[in-house]
């Protein structure tokens, strides 16, 4: 294996890894704009029922 196909080995790997991280934000980002979302709806609808 000489020095090319090193590098284009390493960056196969490094852009992998990018791609991977890069769908685990997503989904990370997605499942939290949902929680968010049920949390915000669930005070939008429960605001009533508090007493001061």
Do not use: H, T, W
Not at 26 to 52: H, P, T, Y
């Amino acid at each position: 294996m000489n020095d090319n196909e090193k590098v284009y080995n390493s960056m196969r790997f490094s852009s992998v890894l990018n791609i991977a991280v890069g769908v685990v934000m997503l989904v990370v980002g997605v499942a939290s704009g949902v929680l968010l979302l049920v949390s915000g709806i669930r005070l939008l609808k429960n605001k009533s029922k508090i007493l001061f």
